[in-house]
């Protein structure tokens, strides 16, 4: 294992050639292709919880006639 001890200089390489990337030309900004805009991607809003139902005036007044026919039979 080689052990550093400061001397030696680390530094990125072009994958390509292998050359220090401080000797590579720099690019200009203005010049640089750039890819095609993006949609920007929005949060998903938050589903929303459905509100209980409520009985109908029928169902309710079948409910009550049952218990009546249950409490008749107990």
């Known amino acids: ?6 001397k030696d200089r680390h530094e990125l390489s072009c994958s390509g ?3 220090p990337l401080r000797e590579l030309k720099m690019l200009r900004a203005d010049k640089v292709a750039r890819p095609a805009s993006v ?3 929005r949060p998903k809003p938050a589903k ?6 409520r009985k109908g005036l029928m169902t309710r007044v079948l409910d009550e006639a049952w ?7 107990d």
Do not use: Y
């Open 67 to 73: 218990d009546l026919v249950e409490d008749i039979f």
């Open 39 to 41: 949609p920007s991607r």
């Open 48 to 53: 929303r919880k459905k509100p209980e139902r």
């Open 1 to 6: 294992m080689l052990a550093l001890s400061g």
């Open 17 to 19: 050639c292998g050359a």
